[in-house]
């Protein structure tokens, strides 16, 4: 056993040697949550559907978990969302995050989404950035399937929207906790749910900028007027290795060997002195 862990480290060490970010959501509360780096959104804009808005007041910390709740009574001016973002500097390595998503009662068109992105200067910017994964509980964009998403994105025009990216997906139900991991390279990135690829990219579909680490809960479109309500999911912990192509498992290993030590937040990425705008 002690050989085993002794060998453990010695793999695990260089992995982690360039630089890692690690937050396990044991925020007193969510100014301590600001407090420690995150930028909450306020605000309206992409995306979702215009007139629904951001507010910090979505989310919650309890029990090292990270909670984003979507309000909506099924219009846009009774619908409010979260969206929080680390510091945009993060571009090759490896970003994992445990997330329980969720099937909710009520079936708007909700987005549940963990995701690296940085800004879209204007329609069609080369330099765009972004890689995600969304989990459509109840369909959406013209499908009703259940699905998860993993997405390299190329550029994109939000109004009229014209998207290009690579997107794969694996269809049904994702309720519960799972292991999402998306690994950026200089000329691929793949996406994996738990250890199985779900996407894998290349050529302009590689991001070229650095992003910030996200998560959002959205409304997406198809929502029916009436009763308020509510939809959640949680975020137990994110980590990033810099520079580092780490299989999930090795991710989740890492986790939980700085959970062991008792880490309940780790910043040892250099700094890029870019703004996280966190607007889309």
């Not at 309206?44 to 910390?61: D, M």
């Not at 199985?196 to 680490?213: D, F, H, Q, S, T």
């Not at 700085?258 to 607007?279: I, K």
Request: charged share 20%; net charge neutral; proline share 6%.
């Amino acid at each position: 056993m002690k050989f085993a862990l002794t060998l453990l480290a010695a793999v695990a060490a260089p992995a982690f040697a360039n630089g890692e970010f690690f937050d396990d959501f044991s925020q007193a509360d969510v100014a301590a949550l600001r407090a420690s780096g995150w930028v909450l959104r306020e605000g309206g804009g992409h995306p979702g559907l215009p007139g629904t808005r951001f507010a910090p007041g979505q989310f919650s910390v309890a029990g090292g978990q990270l909670k984003l709740r979507l309000d909506t009574d099924g219009t846009v001016a009774g619908t409010v969302q979260p969206q929080l973002c680390a510091a945009r500097k993060f571009l090759w390595g490896t970003t994992t995050a445990r997330v329980r998503l969720r099937d909710t009662g009520f079936k708007d068109t909700i987005v549940q989404a963990f995701y690296l992105a940085g800004p879209l200067k204007h329609d069609f910017d080369p330099d765009f950035s972004e890689v995600d994964f969304e989990y459509l509980p109840h369909g959406g964009w013209g499908a009703p399937d259940t699905r998860l998403y993993g997405v390299s994105w190329q550029t994109v025009r939000v109004d009229p929207f014209l998207p290009f990216n690579s997107a794969g997906q694996h269809k049904g139900s994702h309720d519960g906790w799972h292991i999402l991991t998306v690994q950026v390279e200089a000329g691929r990135v793949r996406h994996f749910a738990n250890d199985k690829l779900l996407n894998e990219a290349a050529g302009r579909n590689v991001p070229v900028k650095p992003m910030a680490i996200s998560f959002s809960h959205w409304l997406s479109g198809g929502a029916t007027p009436g009763a308020q309500r509510s939809h959640e999911f949680e975020v137990d912990w994110v980590l990033h290795a810099q520079g580092q192509t780490v299989t999930p498992a090795a991710m989740q290993a890492r986790a939980a060997e700085l959970q062991r030590q008792g880490v309940a937040r780790r910043d040892t990425v250099p700094e890029s002195g870019l703004t996280s705008e966190c607007n889309i």
